[in-house]
């Protein structure tokens, strides 16, 4: 495998679930990195954690991904040391309710569409122009298996991980000439905070989701991402689907246990 060791790697949505996982990970591995969320004093703690366990620097942006201003500023406002990122893990995103097109509220598309789509298009631009001018860089988006497959109730949540999909391979087009990697990773069923942040802290529904499988967690995704990042430099993964065992889809799921 490729060593990544003193690659710079930014992480958003590094506070919790995949996330935290991958920045676990790629601390393991010695790179170095910036972690982004909204939670300053989760972050806190993990870079303390991280230094101490793996002797590597890191740097922490809290910001609101659904917020372009602050997209763009933590990109424009990294330190010198922190500047030339190598691998940017665009792994912030979220689902909000599972309202039909027709009555869902315009406050959760919009929710939807600023971090799972606008945060990932402004913080791609930004970053890919450096890997470029320097000839080494990695861009992995964190999709879905709802950018593969629809669901009802998935309307806006789909159509943003689609567009992931759609955008991560226009991206690789982009970038063919040059050294830049692009991939996507699209988990089905992962158990995080998702289902939580989707039903909006209704725990029995958010527990429904993964009742009656062995669902997969965050370190099963972070194993993914940290696969595809150490590939050698000529291999580039495009797409990781990933399912836990007794799923087929996105509501294709054996409850059998
Ligand atoms: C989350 C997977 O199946 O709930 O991205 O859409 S699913």
Known sequence: PLSIEGWTVLITGASAGIGLAAARRFAEAGSRLVLVARRAERLEQLKEELQAQYKVDVHNVVADLSVASQVERLAAELPPAFQEVDILLNNAGLALGTAPVQAMASSDAVGMISTNVTAVVILTRELSKGMVERNRGHIINVS??????????GSV???????????????RHDLVGTAVRVSAISPGAVNTEFST????GDKSKADAVYAGIVPLNA???ADN???AATRPLHVQVGDIVVFATNQSGPQSIARIL
């Open 144 to 153: 879905s298996i709802a950018g593969h497959t629809a669901y009802p109730g």
């Open 157 to 171: 949540y789909c159509g943003t991980k689609h567009f992931v999909n759609g955008f991560t391979d226009c991206a």
């Open 197 to 200: 942040v989707r039903y909006k």
């Open 219 to 221: 370190d099963d995704i």
């Open 225 to 227: 991402i940290l696969y």
